[in-house]
C-alpha cells in the first residue's frame, strides 16, 4: 500500500514535470498509483491532494490547469448536491474547502466558454459521477446556445431512477429536489439513470407508464425493466 508522503512526491514529480498541470484521470496511469489510494483514502478531492502537496503546485494558476480544476472541483459538487450550485454553494464550499475555486474564477471560465458542455464532458469521461452527468446535461439542453431547432419549452422532467433491481418512473418540476426525496424515502441505494426534458411532464409519464404496464410492480410507479427497456427511454433527450 502507497503512503500519503509517497502519493504527494508522485503528485510533486510528474506535476512538475507537466508544468504544473495534473489530472486525476492522468495521475494512475503515469504514476502506476490507483485512483483508490488517492481520492477516498487520503483525500475527498483531488483538488484536496493538489493543495497539500504545494511546493508551488496551483491548479488554478495557468488557462490549461484553471479549466481542468475548475470542471473537475464543480462535477464533484454537483454529483454530492444533487443540483447545479448557486453563488452562495459555491461561496460556502469555497470558505469550508479552500482549494475549491473561487466564484471569482468559475464566472472568469464561464464567460470565456458554455461551462455547463464542458462539466457534462468531463463527467462522461469520468463515467462515475452518473447524478452530476444528468443534472449537468439537463441544463445543457435548455440552456446550450446551440440547443437543436424545435425543440419546444421545458415544463418539467420525466425521470428513471434505479433503486435495487427495480426503477422507477415518474415526473417533476426539480428534478433535484425530486432525487433528493426519492433517496430518502428508499431503503437502497437510488441512482438517476435519465430524465426527459418535455412541455408535458403528465403526459409523457403516462406514455411511459403504458409502455411498460406488462413490467409494472403491482399498482405502483416502479418497474421490472431490462436493458432494452432502459436503452429505449434513454434514447429520449426531449420528448
Not at 63 to 89: D, F, H, M, R
Not at 187 to 212: C, K, Q, Y
Amino acid at each position: 500500500m502507497t503512503t500519503k508522503s509517497e502519493i504527494l512526491a508522485e503528485i510533486r514529480r510528474i506535476s512538475s514535470a507537466n508544468s504544473g498541470s495534473l489530472s486525476l484521470k492522468k495521475f494512475p496511469e503515469l504514476s502506476r498509483i490507483p485512483e483508490r489510494q488517492v481520492r477516498g483514502r487520503y483525500w475527498a478531492t483531488w483538488n484536496e491532494a493538489l493543495a497539500e502537496a504545494g511546493d508551488g503546485i496551483n491548479a488554478f494558476s495557468t488557462p490549461k490547469s484553471n479549466e481542468i480544476a475548475v470542471v473537475t472541483a464543480l462535477a464533484q459538487l454537483i454529483e454530492v448536491l444533487g443540483t447545479w450550485p448557486v453563488e452562495t454553494q459555491l461561496t460556502v464550499e469555497h470558505h469550508e474547502n479552500p482549494s475549491f475555486p473561487s466564484v471569482h474564477v468559475i464566472r472568469g471560465l464561464d464567460k470565456e466558454t458554455f461551462l455547463p458542455a464542458k462539466v457534462l464532458a468531463f463527467c462522461v469521461e469520468s463515467n462515475t459521477l452518473l447524478i452530476a452527468e444528468e443534472i449537468v446535461r439537463l441544463k445543457v439542453e435548455v440552456e446550450s446556445p446551440e440547443e437543436s431547432q424545435g425543440q419546444g419549452r421545458v415544463a418539467g422532467y420525466v425521470y428513471m431512477m434505479r433503486s435495487g433491481k427495480r426503477h422507477k418512473i415518474g415526473k417533476s418540476n426539480s428534478l433535484s429536489r425530486r432525487y433528493r426525496e426519492v433517496r430518502q424515502d428508499l431503503p437502497n441505494e437510488t441512482i438517476l439513470v435519465h430524465t426527459i426534458p418535455t412541455d408535458e411532464p403528465s403526459g409523457i409519464e403516462a406514455f411511459w407508464h403504458r409502455r411498460f404496464a406488462d413490467k409494472r410492480v403491482r399498482d405502483t410507479a416502479f418497474f421490472s425493466l431490462d436493458t432494452s427497456d432502459i436503452v429505449a427511454f434513454k434514447r429520449h433527450k426531449y420528448q
